[in-house]
């Protein structure tokens, strides 16, 4: 059909063409989700908020009613999972993985504070699995933990632990003398001046028997509040937040006499729970993640789903192990973690049992194991041993060795984004030479594939994926800017130039999907923001946005990948007239076999004689071509 219309074309004109990007008219559209109508953001899919489960991606968003909470969609029903702090108030669940037939995440509630959570994708299957800050071997023994301070002049009250939601505040006046003009106060006002509680103790002129008063009162988490405690002729008062005056930390004291002492403060949801730090894995029956609370510092915990646990206390106290980059490998998880005598090193645990692999830079200096990943029976990762700088090094759990000293010498060539391809492992490195530049090892040989940047600038490359019988990445060869290359592991080229010049349309979130390998990139014509483009070969194809006279879409993909299910792509997306919401396509929609079509083509015409500018424009649009600006006015 193509060659028809440019034969065509031929017979009539003289025809000049200058190939541009733009979107080819046959190609799938994505479909835009408005999820909060209107000019409001949903933030659907934004940031770590979202993961692909089965035909489903899982989602934080806000609708405007109820908060960010979670979603899902497979395209054609988006539906609100549970609306776990209920209300407008936000739970914000992130850190999705998967384990069997549930998705697990942190979320916050105003009960439990932030803690984990899974569904199974419906209201009734969505449950929070155990609370890390109440966990211990000893629950008892777990101290109440400030939660926020607020003073009285120089004095300050600390909560203690915030259980059930509420934070307990009592005024306790003691009074030791019969002064019948004794009294106190407590008030407690919101900031719109709405009273959460008020209390007197005693009134001038009636006799206020001498000893202890006390009074409770409870304010919910994320309540902003203003208290005031007036005191006359006690000779002590006190006020304090907690369970218990010995819980409490603290407490704000009146002397004998008169005062006056007034604060403000809030009670903050995302407070309460456990302190989180590290992502969740999932291992066996079990989700891996590095927590703490008040009895230990961040260690490794677990949960299947129904209870919490502690793995493995590696640093006993408050400081914590700190686990990172935990790794399956076999039967084992491995991270880097730090028992507070050997620095942080090598360690693996089956759930059972938790050893030290190896102290690679020995005593109390750490090697940083970092970039966990596997090739064959070897786990690979950067490593300095205090000598060759962080270098090359792998173990199959009684084997740990350095591979490579690729910066020979005290000098580091920090390899990094690793990716298993073919029988080789491949990554980024600086032989303190080339720059950084692309690298591979079979664990016997390794070698650089290729100095894209020539001399001693780096290429920087990053991203490798896997796509058919090639290894595509993001590098920068200055000529072309930081653009899509690809790798046979023999020939190393540029696969799309996405924006012409030496500034580059810097391709990233490398996403394959079917047998194309989608990206995000700066699009050359109409908008300064990112788009998504395919790939397939060398062959680089836009895919348009639905778009209209009165809204322009941008792909919201700065901070955000692309989420791919078991049949659709999905994308976050930006107009002023919609906000941040989301878009998807479905893999069923194809792309024309080439990347030349009508939409792609800016045409120029030397009219020849006998034929009017108007006839040959009308003959043109009955074969679905246009001509532009200029050319087409005659």
């Known amino acids: 059909m193509f060659a028809a219309r440019r034969a065509i074309v031929a017979a009539i004109a003289v025809l000049f063409v200058v190939s ?11 479909t835009v989700v408005d999820l909060r109508p209107g000019a409001a953001d949903s933030f659907a899919l934004d940031s770590s908020t979202s993961y692909a489960f089965g035909d489903y991606v899982y989602f934080a968003a806000d609708d405007g009613v109820h908060g960010s909470e979670l979603w899902r969609s497979n395209g054609d029903s988006t539906e609100m999972v549970e609306d776990i702090n209920a209300g407008a108030s936000s739970s914000s669940p992130n850190s999705f993985v998967s384990l069997g037939s549930y998705i697990y995440f942190y ?28 966990a211990s071997t000893d629950p008892s023994a777990i101290p109440p933990a400030p939660r926020f301070a607020i003073s009285f002049y120089s004095v300050q009250v600390r909560t203690a632990e915030v259980l059930d939601g509420v934070a307990t505040v009592a005024v306790t006046i003691r009074d030791g003398t019969s002064d019948d003009s004794a009294f106190a106060t407590v008030n407690v006002t919101a900031t719109d001046t709405t009273s959460l509680y008020s209390a007197t103790f005693g ?6 028997v001498p000893g202890t008063f006390d009074t409770t009162f409870t304010l919910p988490c994320d309540t902003t509040f203003t208290l ?14 907690g369970p218990t005056e010995e819980a409490s930390r603290g407490w704000a004291y009146a002397p004998s006499g008169n005062a006056t002492y007034s604060t403000s403060g809030e009670i903050p949801c995302d407070t309460l729970g456990a302190d989180q730090y590290g992502p969740l894995v999932p291992f066996g029956s079990y989700v891996y993640f590095n927590a703490g609370n008040d009895i ?3 260690e490794l915990w677990r949960t299947d789903g129904s209870t919490v646990e502690l793995v493995t206390d590696l640093y006993v106290g408050a400081n914590g192990a700190n686990p990172q980059g935990v790794t399956p490998f076999g039967d084992w998880l491995y991270f880097s973690a730090n028992d507070g005598s050997s620095g942080a090193e090598l360690w693996r645990t089956n759930g059972s049992t938790a050893e030290n692999v190896l102290d690679i830079n020995s005593g109390s200096n750490a090697s940083s194991p970092n970039g966990f990943s596997a090739l064959g029976d070897w786990l690979y990762f950067s490593a300095n041993d205090g000598s060759s700088g ?36 491949y990554f980024s ?48 060869d200055t000529t072309h800017g930081q653009e899509l290359w690809r790798t046979d592991g023999v020939t190393t ?3 799309a130039d996405t924006l012409a010049g030496s500034s580059g349309g810097s391709p990233e979130f490398l996403t394959v999907l079917g047998d194309y390998l989608y990206v995000v990139a700066y699009y050359p014509l109409g908008t300064a923001g990112p788009r998504v483009a395919r790939v397939n070969g060398t062959n680089l194809e836009w895919v348009p946005f639905s778009s209209n006279a009165s809204q322009y879409l941008d792909c919201d993909c700065y901070d955000t990948s692309l989420v791919v299910t078991t049949t659709r792509l999905f994308v976050p997306v930006y107009s002023a007239a919609m906000g941040h919401e989301f878009a998807f396509i479905a893999t069923n929609l194809e792309l024309p076999a080439t990347n030349v079509d009508t939409g792609q083509w800016f045409v120029a015409l030397a009219l020849l004689s006998g034929l009017s500018a108007a006839a040959c424009c009308a003959l043109l649009r009955g074969y679905g071509l246009e001509l532009e600006g200029d050319h087409a006015a005659g």
């Open 20 to 30: 541009s990007p733009t979107f080819a008219t046959s190609a799938p559209t994505f």
């Open 107 to 134: 979320a916050t509630d105003p009960v439990n504070g932030r803690e984990i959570w899974r569904s199974d994708g419906t209201s009734a299957g969505t449950e929070i699995v155990g609370n890390v800050e109440l």
């Open 203 to 208: 009134n001038y002129g009636t006799f206020f």
């Open 228 to 241: 005031s405690l007036e005191a006359r002729e006690f000779s002590e008062a006190k006020i304090y937040v």
């Open 296 to 298: 230990f510092g961040p």
């Open 390 to 425: 962080a270098e090359l090094w792998r173990t199959n759990g009684s084997t740990t060795e350095r591979v490579a000293d690729i910066n020979s010498g005290a000098g580091d060539s920090a390899p990094s984004g690793f990716a298993a391809f073919g029988s080789a492992l």
């Open 429 to 476: 490195a600086d032989d303190g030479v080339s720059g950084t530049e692309l690298w591979r090892t079979d664990g016997t040989i390794t070698e650089r594939v290729a100095d894209i940047n020539a001399g001693g600038s780096s290429s920087f490359p990053g991203e490798l994926t896997q796509l058919g019988s090639y290894l595509y990445f993001r590098a920068d």
């Open 493 to 495: 080229e540029l696969a």
